[in-house]
């Protein structure tokens, strides 16, 4: 976990892909798309229905490494709406000992429903110290905002390695942070919906945390919008 | 071939290519039909190639419409159209022409009994390119269900020349045991011209390209008709494309044709070939199959063949007429591969050929089947078992793997059986499964196959235009500005957009791709021959001045080790310290070989460097002398190490993206649809990851797990050589470089230092390279 500030706040970025708030002892993570798979499972694809449990088996371990009393999801917490009706064994159990040891938002996102939610409170956004936490970055947006949305991720390709991880993405007043979920894909920190929902801010950069430093991706410059 | 027909025996016919035997495996079924002229399916014709049965289709029709037989010859591949394949199916010609995956596809209508209830014949063409695979599983397995439909179907089989009959025979039985099978060996005819071509009276040192012989090549391309010219791998294609042409005097039509072109391009080189408007063609294995197009009258093998059987094929393509020599050149690139071309050549002249891996059948090939078969019908479990076991690839199959399989069809498998609601397959009140909702059909039929290919990237110019397809995994080791060579143009990359490489011609020379796919490995049995060689000196007189001095000097310096004795070098040279075993186990083998003895290094404090191998030798070195050669190779390097290795690389995750699609477990990438704003697929990396943590005694686990063995890693042949290696090793302390090592010593620099950094480096190494770049110093301040 590497130091980082944003908006005179100083935040905590995790490898794993969530951002801690020290002066609010409070884990925001995004993208958790829990039981997509078992959403998957419906449609004749049955992938391993284990996803959700190993997410929050991620996020236990990141809460007791950080100590942190609150949890706070950046939206698109279930993949589908049933999906908190779907929750059931080990994941269910782990998510009741987190929210019973926390204080548990769901921010909603595009993939959910209001009243969804097994446990917690529910809300739309959230403006805390002055920081607004939304699920889609707003491109009109002028006050600090951190969200998620975009499940971004950096491929660096090296000495004929290809390395692609999950990446926060920073831009002008805004953060970004990658997918949560065990299952869920990628979309590159670079394509243009990233850009325009940064507001086409030319310092832009993807960022990865590794155990002891934050390594920093220009996005480089901004592409001419092709048309479709 | 007759003989067998009247006696309604099962038939492998072996012959070389260009005894028509084709057709011969045809003239029964017309004469069947001539005696007893009847509709409705009569005999089904499979190939591994969709061009070839287009191809078999012309070379049939003309002759029966001479004999004035009224007889429906039909194609149905992937490239039929729905109306066509529809018709076929209510009104089913005589003769019908297909593919494995189209036959699969057919036995999924709930039609099919009616329609191969009179199936006479079936027969298998080119058999020895994939009956061993998982194609081959695929049609063995469709073959029992075929034979279930029509009892009295008799099968035959036509393959070139293979090493081991009786394994293709047992492969085509009904029982899985071969001896019904009736082995006709079509007539050998003259005996192949093979010579070795070495240009300058002498064998180079290093390299395994042949390009220095350019020259020499290029004057046997002038004094023939029509030359093929096989390479090893496609960028060798292209370099050797690149090397004819400019000694190219005459101005030859010379063409090139691989598996990497767009299908316009190779089509274009075909009918060039196909209208003698061609001398000569560089290619690659994408000709090493079926349809003939021209008057070959001489093939070059540039670099070794790699394995007998394989060149024999090749030469095959030359001379289609039984009377005369198909004439053949093997241009050796270094002296350990002109051992190899020598011992490819005695081979041949002794008909000793390659054995073929076999492996039993596969898991994943099995769930798609059984998914087919229940997409017919519903089924009795029971019988479905005895069916699959008459599969001679599944003959040993145990009951509980196959009641796991069925477990995995119907609810993926798990222990945690959470999809009971969700099931695609349901087990009826009489016992019998059936698909449990008509959706489930129609998703097999879009998903079923069982080539899954690579991540490709289209290689584009900026106006779109296509010139063909690279791995992703290639593309990914190139950068803007970088040039290579492809379609016989240089070209300079000028960025990756999606899925294309936007590239540009240009004047710069190429510089050679790093890429080296998936290569063919020296066959064991090759191995063991030049083994022979080494130790062997009676045999040294027939090799050419150099080689024989070479091995002469070899053995006063250090040792020839005895056929199963491991030689391991170690010396010292220009400040590192080497190590050089010369175990003969193939490229594959020697590179996972690599990997695992620096991590060894790693931990022994060896302080290692890189390695380099060969289908040869492997050499690796360090900072550090390797004073005890023996602990590197111990045997238990493969419970620890190597199980690591594979479980962290890309090799398994591979694996298992294959037989997730295979499987069914996750639906196919059709090409065309792409990834927009929305991530909307997930990738078999992260099932992986969660399915390896959770569950990993998972069946889908378990299948990727052997094909990475057997195929990526070359393990039984690993395993074989650390078995071994302690009681046979033969290690020569030296005070510096040995003749023997030279091929291998000269490859260091040439290939990429395989030693990798961890990840977290990598990703560093280059954000700090781009902080160097962009660093802004301030400006230096005026006196």
Same mark, same amino acid.
């Given at each position: 976990?590497?130091?980082?500030?944003?908006?005179?706040?100083?935040?905590?970025?995790?490898?794993?892909?969530?951002?801690?708030?020290?002066?609010?002892?409070?884990?925001?993570?995004?993208?958790?798309?829990?039981?997509?798979?078992?959403?998957?499972?419906?449609?004749?694809?049955?992938?391993?229905?284990?996803?959700?449990?190993?997410?929050?088996?991620?996020?236990?371990?990141?809460?007791?490494?950080?100590?942190?009393?609150?949890?706070?999801?950046?939206?698109?917490?279930?993949?589908?709406?049933?999906?908190?009706?779907?929750?059931?064994?080990?994941?269910?159990?782990?998510?009741?000992?987190?929210?019973?040891?926390?204080?548990?938002?769901?921010?909603?996102?595009?993939?959910?429903?209001?009243?969804?939610?097994?446990?917690?409170?529910?809300?739309?956004?959230?403006?805390?110290?002055?920081?607004?936490?939304?699920?889609?970055?707003?491109?009109?947006?002028?006050?600090?905002?951190?969200?998620?949305?975009?499940?971004?991720?950096?491929?660096?390709?090296?000495?004929?390695?290809?390395?692609?991880?999950?990446?926060?993405?920073?831009?002008?007043?805004?953060?970004?942070?990658?997918?949560?979920?065990?299952?869920?894909?990628?979309?590159?920190?670079?394509?243009?919906?990233?850009?325009?929902?940064?507001?086409?801010?030319?310092?832009?950069?993807?960022?990865?945390?590794?155990?002891?430093?934050?390594?920093?991706?220009?996005?480089?410059?901004?592409?001419?919008?092709?048309?479709? | 071939?007759?003989?067998?027909?009247?006696?309604?025996?099962?038939?492998?016919?072996?012959?070389? %290519?260009?005894?028509?035997?084709?057709?011969?495996?045809?003239?029964?079924?017309?004469?069947? &039909?001539?005696?007893?002229?009847?509709?409705?399916?009569?005999?089904?014709?499979?190939? *591994?190639?969709?061009?070839?049965?287009?191809?078999?289709?012309?070379?049939?029709?003309?002759?029966?419409?001479?004999?004035?037989?009224?007889?429906?010859?039909?194609?149905?591949?992937?490239?039929?159209?729905?109306?066509?394949?529809?018709?076929?199916?209510?009104?089913?010609?005589?003769?019908?022409?297909? %593919?494995?995956?189209?036959?699969?596809? &057919?036995?999924? $209508?709930?039609?099919?009994?009616?329609?191969?209830?009179?199936?006479?014949?079936?027969?298998?063409?080119?058999?020895?390119?994939?009956?061993?695979?998982?194609?081959?599983? &695929?049609?063995?397995?469709?073959?029992?269900?075929?034979?279930?439909?029509?009892?009295? &179907?008799?099968?035959?089989?036509?393959?070139? %020349?293979?090493?081991?009959?009786?394994?293709?025979?047992?492969?085509?039985? /009904?029982?899985?045991?071969?001896?019904?099978?009736?082995?006709?060996? +079509?007539?050998?005819?003259?005996?192949?011209?093979?010579?070795?071509? %070495?240009?300058?009276?002498?064998?180079?040192?290093? +390299? $395994?390209?042949?390009?220095?012989?350019?020259?020499?090549?290029?004057?046997?391309?002038?004094?023939?008709?029509?030359?093929?010219?096989?390479?090893?791998?496609?960028?060798?294609?292209?370099?050797?494309?690149?090397?004819?042409?400019?000694?190219?005097?005459?101005?030859?039509?010379?063409?090139?044709?691989?598996?990497?072109?767009?299908?316009?391009?190779?089509?274009?080189?075909?009918?060039?070939?196909?209208?003698?408007?061609?001398?000569?063609?560089?290619?690659?294995?994408?000709?090493?199959?079926?349809?003939?197009?021209?008057?070959?009258?001489?093939?070059?093998?540039?670099?070794?063949?790699?394995?007998?059987?394989?060149?024999?094929?090749?030469?095959?393509?030359?001379?289609?007429?039984?009377?005369?020599?198909?004439?053949?050149?093997?241009?050796?690139?270094?002296?350990?591969?002109?051992?190899?071309?020598?011992?490819?050549?005695?081979?041949?002249?002794?008909?000793?050929?390659? $054995?073929?891996?076999?492996?039993?059948?596969?898991?994943?090939?099995?769930?798609?089947?059984?998914? !087919?078969?229940?997409?017919?019908?519903?089924?009795?479990?029971?019988?479905?078992?005895?069916?699959?076991?008459?599969?001679?690839?599944? !003959?040993?199959?145990?009951?509980?793997?196959?009641?796991?399989?069925?477990?995995?069809?119907?609810?993926?498998?798990?222990?945690?059986?959470?999809?009971?609601?969700?099931?695609?397959?349901?087990?009826?009140?009489?016992?019998?499964?059936?698909?449990?909702?008509?959706?489930?059909?129609?998703?097999?039929?879009?998903?079923?196959?069982?080539?899954?290919?690579?991540?490709?990237?289209?290689?584009?110019?900026?106006?779109?235009?296509?010139?063909?397809?690279?791995?992703?995994?290639?593309?990914? @080791?190139?950068?803007?500005?970088?040039?290579?060579?492809?379609?016989?143009?240089?070209?300079?990359?000028?960025?990756?957009?999606?899925?294309?490489?936007?590239?540009?011609?240009? @004047?710069?020379? !190429?510089?050679?791709?790093?890429?080296?796919?998936?290569?063919?490995?020296?066959?064991?049995?090759?191995a063991?021959?030049?083994?022979?060689?080494?130790?062997?000196?009676?045999?040294? *007189?027939?090799? *050419?001045?150099?080689?024989?001095?070479?091995?002469?000097?070899?053995?006063?310096?250090?040792?020839?080790?005895?056929?199963?004795?491991l030689l391991v070098?170690?010396?010292?040279?220009?400040?590192?310290?080497?190590?050089?075993a010369y175990s003969f186990e193939g490229?594959?083998a020697h590179?996972?070989l690599?990997?695992?003895?620096?991590?060894?290094?790693?931990?022994?404090?060896?302080?290692?460097? +890189?390695?380099?191998a060969?289908?040869y030798a492997i050499?690796?070195?360090?900072?550090?002398?390797?004073?005890?050669? !023996?602990?590197?190779f111990?045997?238990?390097?493969?419970?620890?190490?190597?199980?690591?290795?594979? /479980? =962290?690389?890309?090799?398994?995750?591979?694996?298992?993206?294959?037989?997730?699609?295979?499987?069914?477990?996750?639906?196919?990438?059709?090409?065309?649809?792409?990834?927009?704003?929305?991530?909307?697929?997930? =990738?078999?990396?992260?099932?992986?990851?969660?399915?390896?943590?959770?569950?990993?005694?998972?069946?889908?686990?378990?299948?990727?797990?052997?094909?990475?063995?057997?195929?990526?890693?070359?393990?039984?042949r690993l395993?074989d050589l650390l078995?071994?290696a302690?009681?046979?090793?033969? $290690?020569?302390?030296?005070?510096?470089?040995?003749?023997?090592?030279?091929?291998?010593?000269?490859?260091?620099?040439?290939?990429?230092?395989?030693? /990798?950094?961890?990840?977290?480096?990598?990703?560093?190494?280059?954000?700090?390279?781009?902080?160097?770049?962009?660093?802004?110093?301030?400006?230096?301040?005026?006196?």
């Amino acid at each position: 976990m590497v130091p980082y500030l944003f908006d005179r706040h100083e935040f905590h970025l995790c490898a794993e892909g969530a951002l801690y708030w020290p002066a609010r002892r409070a884990l925001l993570i995004a993208d958790l798309h829990l039981e997509k798979a078992s959403f998957f499972a419906r449609f004749g694809q049955h992938l391993p229905p284990y996803d959700s449990l190993a997410t929050l088996d991620a996020l236990t371990r990141l809460v007791e490494r950080t100590g942190a009393q609150a949890i706070w999801c950046l939206g698109d917490s279930f993949h589908d709406a049933g999906g908190g009706t779907r929750l059931s064994g080990a994941a269910f159990d782990a998510l009741q000992s987190l929210s019973a040891r926390t204080d548990w938002l769901w921010i909603t996102g595009n993939h959910d429903v209001d009243g969804s939610f097994p446990v917690g409170r529910v809300m739309r956004e959230a403006d805390v110290d002055g920081v607004l936490l939304r699920h889609e970055a707003s491109p009109h947006e002028t006050r600090p905002e951190i969200s998620g949305h975009f499940h971004p991720k950096w491929t660096v390709r090296r000495r004929g390695v290809r390395v692609s991880r999950r990446c926060f993405v920073r831009g002008g007043n805004k953060l970004i942070l990658p997918a949560f979920g065990a299952l869920t894909g990628g979309l590159d920190a670079g394509h243009e919906a990233v850009r325009a929902a940064l507001g086409r801010d030319e310092d832009a950069a993807a960022l990865i945390p590794t155990h002891d430093q934050i390594l920093h991706f220009p996005l480089g410059e901004i592409p001419q919008r092709r048309r479709a | 071939m007759v003989a067998a027909a009247q006696a309604g025996e099962d038939a492998l016919l072996i012959a070389s %290519t260009g005894a028509g035997k084709t057709l011969a495996g045809f003239l029964a079924s017309i004469a069947d &039909l001539v005696t007893h002229p009847r509709d409705g399916l009569h005999t089904l014709y499979i190939s *591994p190639l969709k061009a070839l049965t287009v191809d078999i289709q012309r070379n049939l029709v003309q002759p029966l419409e001479e004999m004035g037989l009224d007889l429906r010859v039909e194609t149905r591949t992937g490239d039929t159209p729905s109306n066509r394949k529809q018709r076929q199916r209510v009104r089913p010609p005589h003769f019908l022409l297909t %593919t494995p995956e189209s036959l699969s596809l &057919l036995l999924s $209508h709930e039609d099919s009994p009616m329609l191969f209830a009179g199936l006479h014949s079936v027969i298998i063409d080119e058999v020895h390119a994939f009956a061993s695979g998982k194609r081959g599983d &695929l049609l063995s397995l469709c073959l029992a269900r075929l034979q279930g439909l029509a009892p009295g &179907l008799r099968r035959v089989a036509l393959s070139a %020349t293979v090493g081991e009959p009786d394994r293709y025979r047992r492969w085509l039985s /009904r029982d899985g045991d071969g001896r019904d099978v009736r082995l006709v060996q +079509g007539d050998p005819g003259a005996p192949p011209d093979i010579a070795i071509l %070495t240009p300058l009276g002498r064998v180079p040192w290093g +390299g $395994h390209s042949g390009r220095y012989a350019a020259a020499q090549v290029y004057d046997e391309i002038r004094k023939h008709r029509l030359t093929l010219v096989f390479c090893n791998t496609r960028s060798l294609a292209e370099l050797i494309l690149q090397d004819l042409w400019a000694v190219n005097e005459d101005n030859l039509p010379i063409g090139i044709h691989h598996g990497s072109l767009a299908v316009e391009v190779r089509r274009k080189a075909e009918s060039a070939i196909a209208e003698g408007r061609l001398r000569a063609l560089v290619c690659t294995a994408s000709l090493d199959l079926g349809v003939d197009w021209g008057d070959v009258d001489l093939v070059i093998q540039m670099g070794a063949p790699k394995g007998a059987s394989r060149l024999v094929q090749r030469i095959g393509r030359a001379n289609h007429r039984l009377d005369e020599s198909s004439k053949a050149l093997v241009v050796p690139g270094n002296r350990f591969e002109y051992l190899e071309a020598r011992a490819a050549l005695d081979a041949i002249d002794e008909g000793q050929l390659d $054995h073929e891996l076999w492996r039993p059948g596969a898991l994943d090939v099995l769930a798609q089947h059984i998914m !087919a078969v229940a997409c017919a019908a519903p089924f009795e479990p029971d019988a479905q078992f005895a069916e699959t076991r008459r599969a001679a690839p599944y !003959a040993d199959l145990p009951r509980s793997e196959f009641d796991g399989l069925i477990d995995y069809i119907a609810n993926g498998g798990y222990a945690l059986s959470r999809y009971d609601r969700y099931q695609r397959l349901r087990r009826l009140p009489d016992g019998r499964w059936t698909v449990s909702h008509p959706r489930f059909i129609q998703q097999h039929r879009l998903n079923a196959g069982i080539i899954v290919e690579a991540p490709m990237l289209d290689v584009r110019f900026q106006n779109r235009r296509s010139l063909g397809r690279v791995e992703e995994y290639f593309a990914s @080791t190139l950068s803007v500005g970088d040039t290579f060579r492809f379609s016989g143009l240089a070209l300079e990359v000028l960025g990756i957009r999606e899925m294309d490489l936007i590239v540009r011609a240009t @004047t710069k020379s !190429a510089r050679i791709p790093a890429y080296m796919g998936a290569r063919l490995a020296l066959t064991t049995d090759l191995a063991d021959r030049v083994r022979g060689f080494l130790h062997d000196r009676d045999q040294w *007189p027939r090799f *050419p001045p150099d080689v024989a001095e070479w091995l002469d000097v070899q053995s006063l310096r250090s040792a020839l080790p005895a056929p199963e004795q491991l030689l391991v070098e170690t010396f010292p040279h220009e400040g590192l310290h080497y190590m050089v075993a010369y175990s003969f186990e193939g490229w594959n083998a020697h590179q996972s070989l690599g990997m695992l003895v620096t991590k060894r290094m790693e931990t022994e404090g060896l302080q290692p460097v +890189g390695f380099v191998a060969n289908d040869y030798a492997i050499g690796v070195y360090g900072l550090k002398p390797i004073t005890d050669p !023996a602990r590197l190779f111990s045997p238990d390097i493969l419970e620890s190490e190597l199980v690591e290795w594979v /479980r =962290s690389s890309h090799l398994l995750k591979r694996a298992f993206r294959e037989v997730a699609v295979i499987g069914g477990l996750v639906e196919r990438q059709h090409p065309g649809k792409r990834k927009s704003g929305k991530q909307v697929t997930f =990738s078999t990396d992260l099932i992986y990851d969660v399915l390896q943590k959770y569950e990993p005694d998972h069946l889908l686990l378990r299948a990727a797990w052997e094909d990475a063995r057997t195929r990526l890693v070359d393990v039984a042949r690993l395993g074989d050589l650390l078995q071994r290696a302690g009681a046979t090793m033969l $290690h020569q302390v030296l005070d510096r470089v040995s003749p023997l090592a030279v091929p291998l010593m000269v490859m260091i620099g040439r290939e990429q230092v395989a030693q /990798r950094g961890s990840e977290d480096e990598l990703l560093a190494e280059e954000a700090s390279l781009i902080a160097l770049a962009m660093r802004v110093d301030d400006p230096p301040q005026s006196a």
